[in-house]
């Protein structure tokens, strides 16, 4: 399994960019997907999180903000950011819990960078 981040970047105070993540390989089924992140000299957190049924969760500094959303025919995870600030500079990692028809695994891309500044 295989895990495609995109759509880091440059973006000034207040702008938006939208990630994305494209799973590929031996997926049978997909359960939950999320987006975390990690910042210079500090720990992954979790930003947002979204279970087959739709159900989502967001970090507190992010709610309002970030919009996370999946596609499940094409296995594929959104994330829309709005209003970034310079505190969601970070990179960008998505996670998916999936079944290869033979266990359940947890999969991580490679990341992507989200620099917010002016």
């Known amino acids: 399994v295989q895990l495609q981040a995109s759509g880091g970047g440059l973006v000034q105070p207040g702008g938006s960019l939208r990630l994305s993540c494209a799973a590929s390989?031996?997926?049978?089924?997909?359960?939950?997907m999320g987006w975390y992140r990690q910042a210079p000299g500090k720990q992954r957190e979790l930003v947002a999180h979204?279970?087959?049924?739709?159900?989502?969760t967001y970090a507190e500094s992010v709610k309002g903000r970030f919009t996370i959303s999946r596609d499940n025919d094409k296995n594929t995870v959104h994330l829309q950011m709005n209003s970034l600030k310079p505190e969601d500079t970070a990179v960008y990692y998505c996670?998916?819990?999936?079944?290869?028809?033979?266990?359940?695994?947890?999969?991580w891309g490679q990341g992507t960078l989200v620099t917010v500044s002016s």
């Open positions: 996670k998916i819990t999936a079944y290869n028809r033979i266990s359940w695994s947890d999969y």
């Open positions: 390989g031996s997926i049978f089924i997909i359960s939950d």
């Open positions: 979204i279970l087959s049924g739709a159900g989502t």
